[in-house]
């Protein structure tokens, strides 16, 4: 396709408008359907037993009790599955975690499932499977599992990329390094150096939706899927793969999304919900409890991190360097990796070394957390920045602007910036009047900055003009936050006709061609270029029709403002024929009108974002509360402003939530103790102030529009910025996330006894 | 598994005594319903109290208060008499879960799951509440600090059934105050709390003192010397401070999920001066 | 010819060098000749590796140019939430 | 087990179900009765989604048995609209975008309902106080009290 995304510099109708969204109505209503709300004839439930070990051999299972129990209909263990202990590693992994083949690796494992024609039968089943273990000594903390005598979770791995290739089993997958110059001479050149350790806890992603899946599987070898999830055609590719089914036989339908946030872009229970219909022969339905949600599904990495950063009296960065280890759960990931690019993007460095391991442990496999693995190392960098700004005597907001980096910066994590937005985004926060509201007694003002990549990829969109003039959008990205509107907006805009003349829906796997998931903040950047592409497409063919309809070559028709013009005074009588006129006629002018468009969306805009919040913290109980927040982030060109705010807001908030209360507890037992929302506390609404927004609009100069993606970096700088007002209200350094009232009081009085 | 709704106490305690298997009562159910799901009781029998004459009301008596076992903590909010003589009591009933959770749960139901970290339970025990008990052979009338023994675990027998709370009457000077801490602002269980129960002399000094602490022992205690260290003073800095260190030092908490022995020992000292400056205030106390 | 910069972890497997002159038009041609020199990056290119261009990060789009005089740079290909 | 026959009002309908004596009313709207629009987040009366109004009360149908709806007047998300006329909570949720995936609208929705009804003009305090009982991981609440407050305004109005 010759699509040119090149920033054009327009000036817009309906881009940047605030239109009410295709699916409001569906969702004030309880019509919209979500992962739970589908049923199909004859569907059976489905539920997974799951080891109660953090670390265990699974010597035998016996299953043939729960088979004879009436009403249950299939029994599968990871022998119903097909074995790739010698193929793909990565699929292995994949489907190791959906169900364990040898060895449970963490507390909620899968190990075993039934399907039965009620959840009673099915709950009952799963008592009657006798699962013999033998237990192993496991080790769930970061720091422990890179110790030598740390129990080893797989001793087939050797850690990668060592100068030196190792001779012994480790749980340290890989190393990772970035960074240019020469930090030893950096040091060297500095009047003031800041080095500190941190430690960031496990957090989950917290949708309130569990994960949901009907499955369907015909003796043919067709199926179909109905589930929730941030990329059905991802789903359909691994699902296939995984029980050997053929993809494009297997119809993958996404239902609404009740949040994903990262943690529905892998595979989990889908793989089972299939090998259960296929060996029922009957559909199943499969939703995760609460508990499992927790147990068994994507949390983030708990990190350790080590920050060293120095600077001249002048207020110079002279060196920065971070090691930096993140949990991966029980499989290899690159977690840390992501974090070591991330670390000190905002700053422009002569002198810069990340180091980034990544660790194997007995928790439930890392997934992805918007903006993944940045939060973390923001945390660190920015908490280490503020210190040296205190010790050099510098506001932290010019420290940091003076420390920038900028269009022709090299990057920490490698190459050189285009146009970039964390110069503008300090600069808005230095002017902000937030900035300057006085403060109370125990009230503390923080600020942190945060960067995260964005992603493009692939896409692919039809635009279907019907014989009335009204237009349907069908997208391969689901919309997790609003993207119908939005990208309805964009067909809007580049058809020339009003927002109230489009319908967009999220198409099934075989209604479309192959998308990427919605992550990486991809979903309105991608999609938008890639209806974009389809609506200039569908013009091609509009200008053509009417060249007919008007019998002149099409080269003397032009589209404007949703109408086809004959351009040129010979054609001075011909009036100016809408989209509505052409398709009237499409039926004897060639048929149906339609426009395609498949693209490799890439060249995302890198995003930064500044947020300022006010805390105040009871200094006899370590208690806080978010007095004030203000997040400005630069968004390229906010095409449905009011979703970007409620990306930034939702963004800062489960920031917040990070930065204050939430956590995974694991006991000695290597037990997840608190897998609920009792005791895995996410902000209340009593919780939060109102979250403040600037939108910021540094054009991408890769998209038409100028469009950055805007979902994940907003939840990159409140982990930093609420332990620097915390730090600032109470005088003590805070280097533990969550700064829970526990954490604060200790270290409050270990500073009152000196 | 059945299902029942008496419509007598009678019926109720016959029911129950008679039942083979576990048995289970349900009033509010905000308990009942959550360790139902989590398996962690399958219980034979569900026993409704919600249909039982009397038990979904509160009447005042000669002598205070007699708040039925299945009237909603949320109707407790709504009782002005009550609250306006027990505020203590009425807040930590109101602190119970969501406002979802209010319209449900109750405070018997709350000291009979016997946790010890229940909101209503320190402000019942420093109220002096009692318990009217049902059972096989007859009624009787027990303080509420005696119906919890352990975590989980209460002292009534197979057969029994709490059906009333009873509250006494309030002299002139008198009020209560319950706090607890959590890290947000709602919906978390108490990390610890204090119940402080005062009533004063014409002259503003504390004539008699109840202290109970939450989520410090593996019951709610009383701490008895807590409050006689109370009576006879007026609340001044010197009192405050002893009165911290009493309860941080009658606390015998854990370290858990939700906290550490420390941060309870300490917390449990603040709110407990925290509890009685409002309840001195809301007796007439300056 | 373009000079291409790998990230620390690449370069390892690209005889400890992390500067190379490559005569490459796009990024398919740069990714095949990095591979005959060094046939231990092959496993890294299925694995992914994105092609940062004048600051811009391409992903999946080998077929983009590669101009002469260009910053390109070599980087893991991420995963996002 | 032995199943209990209920009958009872669910958004003024006259509904007779027979249901499990552990059953729970979330379970009978949404497996028996086909109203899938309270959700379930948690199952243990934590996240709201389930918000349902039982005899005036606000309750979390996870935490009520299917047979203590026995001669109850329920009303669900279902019920909340008039015909295609929309209440107003309804039409400012959409407005104000107070919602992103959607999944907490309608027991924000139900709570938000009940909390207009006890105190229609709510501080933004008593708003955030009295929605804490339902949980959203989309939008940190900000358009979520916005809408309630216009909500408010335009029923004070009405």
């Known amino acids: 396709m010759n699509f040119d995304p090149r920033f054009t510099g327009r000036k817009f109708s309906s881009v940047g408008t605030r239109p ?425 003002r923080g600020m942190a900055c945060g960067f995260w990549f964005n992603f493009g990829g692939q896409t692919c969109v039809d635009l279907n003009i019907g014989m009335d003039g009204s237009v349907s959008l069908a997208v391969g990205t689901v919309d997790v936050g609003g993207s119908r509107a939005s990208l309805s907006l964009v067909a809007a805009e580049e058809l020339g006709i009003d927002y109230s003349q489009l319908k967009a829906i999220v198409a099934d796997t075989s209604s479309l061609g192959y998308n990427d998931m919605t992550d990486g903040s991809r979903g309105t950047f991608s999609s938008s270029m890639a209806t974009i592409s389809a609506a200039r497409n569908a013009i091609k063919i509009l200008r053509d029709r009417a060249a007919q309809m008007w019998d002149i070559p099409v080269d003397d028709v032009v589209w404007e403002k949703g109408h086809a013009i004959a351009k040129g005074e010979k054609y001075g009588n011909l009036s100016a024929l809408s989209l509505k006129d052409i398709a009237a006629k499409s039926g004897t002018t060639g048929g149906p009108i339609a426009g395609h468009s498949e693209l490799v969306a890439d060249g995302a805009g890198v995003s930064f974002a500044t947020h300022i919040c006010d805390i105040e913290v009871d200094p006899e109980t370590g208690a806080t509360r978010v007095i004030r927040y203000t997040v400005v982030q630069d968004a390229g060109k906010a095409v449905h402003p009011t979703y970007v705010e409620g990306q930034y807001q939702g963004g800062a908030a489960q920031g917040i939530g990070w930065a204050l209360n939430e956590e995974y507890i694991y006991g000695k037992d290597g037990r997840l103790q608190n897998a609920g929302f009792l005791d895995y506390r996410i902000p209340v609404c009593s919780d939060l102030p109102m979250i403040d927004t600037q939108i910021l609009e540094i054009p991408n100069p890769n998209h038409p529009y100028g469009v950055r993606g805007v979902g994940e970096t907003s939840i990159v700088p409140p982990l930093a910025a609420i332990a620097n007002a915390v730090s600032n209200a109470v005088g003590v350094r805070m280097t533990h996330i969550p700064m829970s009232p526990p954490r604060i009081l200790a270290a409050l009085d270990a500073e009152r006894e000196g | 598994m059945r299902y029942i709704r008496p419509l007598s106490i009678e019926d109720a305690v016959g029911e129950l005594a008679k039942a083979v298997g576990p048995a289970a009562i349900l009033a509010g159910g905000s308990d009942l319903l959550v360790r139902m799901k989590g398996g962690f009781i399958e219980p034979e029998l569900i026993v409704d109290i919600k249909a039982i004459g009397g038990l979904a009301d509160i009447s005042e008596t000669a002598d205070g208060f007699r708040i039925g076992a299945a009237v909603p903590c949320a109707v407790l909010g709504e009782h002005k008499a009550l609250k306006q003589a027990w505020p203590g009591v009425v807040e930590a009933a109101n602190l119970i879960g969501s406002k979802q959770v209010q319209g449900r749960c109750t405070i018997t139901g709350n000291l009979c799951n016997a946790s010890p970290a229940a909101d209503s339970v320190p402000a019942l025990v420093a109220a002096g509440a009692k318990a009217v008990v049902a059972g096989p052979s007859g009624k009787r009338t027990i303080a509420v600090e005696s119906v919890p023994t352990a975590p989980g675990r209460t002292s009534l027998a197979k057969g029994e059934i709490i059906e009333a709370i009873l509250l006494d009457k309030r002299p002139v000077h008198a009020g209560d105050a319950y706090l607890r801490f959590i890290p947000r602002t709602e919906m978390d269980i108490a990390v610890v709390s204090a119940g402080v129960n005062l009533t004063l002399d014409d002259h503003g000094a504390i004539k008699t003192a109840r202290v109970a602490l939450g989520a410090a022992a593996p019951t709610v205690l009383l701490v008895k010397e807590a409050g006689q260290v109370l009576i006879g003073s007026k609340l001044d800095e010197a009192t405050l401070e002893r009165l911290a260190k009493i309860c941080a030092g009658a606390c015998r908490p854990i370290d858990d999920k939700r906290g550490t022995i420390e941060f309870r020992r300490k917390v449990a000292g603040v709110l407990a001066q925290r509890a009685a400056a409002i309840a001195y205030k809301r007796a007439g106390g300056k | 010819m373009v000079e291409v910069t790998l990230w620390g972890s690449l370069s390892a497997v690209a005889g400890g060098k992390a500067r190379h002159d490559i005569e490459a038009k796009d990024i398919r041609e740069l990714f095949r000749k990095l591979a005959e020199q060094y046939p231990g990056i092959e496993p890294w290119i299925d694995r992914g590796i994105a092609v940062a261009i004048d600051g811009t990060i391409y992903r999946d789009t080998w077929s983009k140019e590669l101009p002469p005089g260009a910053e390109i740079f070599l980087l893991p290909r991420l995963a996002g939430g | 087990m032995a199943g209990v026959a209920v009958s009872t009002t669910i958004n003024g309908d006259a509904v007779e179900y027979l249901c499990q004596p552990d059953e729970t009313l979330l379970e009978v709207l949404r497996d028996r009765l086909g109203l899938t629009g309270a959700k379930e987040g948690c199952g243990t009366g934590d996240c709201g989604a389930c918000s349902v109004i039982v005899d005036g009360r606000l309750v979390c149908s996870c935490l009520v048995l299917g047979a203590e709806a026995e001669g109850r007047k329920v009303e669900t998300i279902e019920g909340m609209a008039h015909g295609d006329q929309l209440h107003p909570l309804q039409q400012k949720f959409i407005e104000h975008a107070a919602l992103q995936c959607g999944i907490c609208t309608p027991g924000f929705l139900i709570a938000a309902k009940d909390l207009l009804e006890k105190n229609p003009s709510p501080t933004e305090e008593e708003i955030r106080f009295g929605l804490a009982g339902n949980l959203c991981r989309c939008t940190g609440y900000d358009k979520i009290v916005r809408a309630v407050q216009d909500a408010a305004a335009v029923m004070k109005g009405a």
Request: net charge neutral; hydrophobic share 40%.
């Open chain 1, 20 to 444: 009410l969204r295709p699916d409001g109505i569906d969702k004030v209503t309880g019509r919209a359907r979500y992962g739970a709300d589908f049923n199909m004839a004859g569907q059976l439930v489905g539920r997974v037993l799951r080891s109660p070990h953090a670390h265990a051999v699974i010597k035998s299972i016996d299953t043939s009790k729960a088979e004879k129990l009436a009403g249950v209909k299939a029994v599968i263990t990871a022998k119903d599955l097909p074995d790739l202990t010698d193929g793909d590693a990565a699929m292995y992994d994949i489907l190791d975690n959906s169900m364990a083949r040898t060895k449970a690796l963490y507390d909620g494992h899968a190990v075993a499932a039934v399907a039965a024609i009620d959840a009673r039968i099915a709950r009952q089943a799963l008592k009657l499977i006798e699962v013999d273990y033998e237990v192993l000594p496991h080790v769930t903390d970061v720091d422990e599992a890179m110790n030598h005598h740390a129990p080893l979770i797989n001793d087939a791995i050797f850690t990668e990329g060592l100068e030196e290739k190792p001779v012994k089993a480790s749980n340290v997958t890989k190393r990772t390094q970035f960074g240019h110059g020469d930090v030893h001479k950096g040091f060297a050149q500095a009047d003031f150096i800041v080095e500190r350790s941190f430690k960031t806890e496990q957090t989950h992603q917290g949708y309130i939706e569990p994960h949901a899946c009907v499955a369907s599987v015909n003796p043919d070898g067709t199926a179909d899927l109905w589930v929730c999830t941030q990329g059905h055609f991802v789903y359909r590719q691994h699902c296939a793969q995984l029980l050997g089914l053929e993809a494009s036989k297997l119809r993958v339908t996404s239902s609404e999304i009740g949040g994903g946030f990262g943690g529905k872009t892998h595979v989990w229970a889908e793989p089972v919900a299939l090998a259960l219909s296929r060996k029922a022969g009957r559909p199943v339905k499969l939703v995760m409890t609460r508990d499992e949600v927790f147990r068994a599904s994507g949390p983030t990495s708990a990190t350790s991190i080590d920050v060293k950063i120095g600077a001249t009296k002048d207020g110079t960065i002279t060196a920065a360097e971070a090691t930096l280890r993140y949990s991966c759960g029980p499989y290899p990931g690159s977690w840390a990796e992501i974090g070591a690019m991330t670390a000190f993007a905002c700053y422009n460095l002569e002198n810069v070394k990340t180091v980034g391991f990544e660790v194997l442990v007995n928790r439930p496999k890392t997934a992805a957390y918007r903006a993944p693995s940045a939060p973390m190392a923001a945390f660190a960098v920015e908490s280490a920045v503020d210190e040296l700004a205190h010790e050099l005597g510098m506001n932290a907001v010019d420290f940091r602007i003076k420390n920038a980096a900028q269009e022709g910066t090299r990057a920490s994590y490698g190459p050189v910036y285009g146009p970039i937005g964390i110069g503008p985004t300090l600069e808005a926060v230095k002017n902000h009047p937030h900035m300057k509201a006085p403060l109370k007694a125990n009230q503390g």
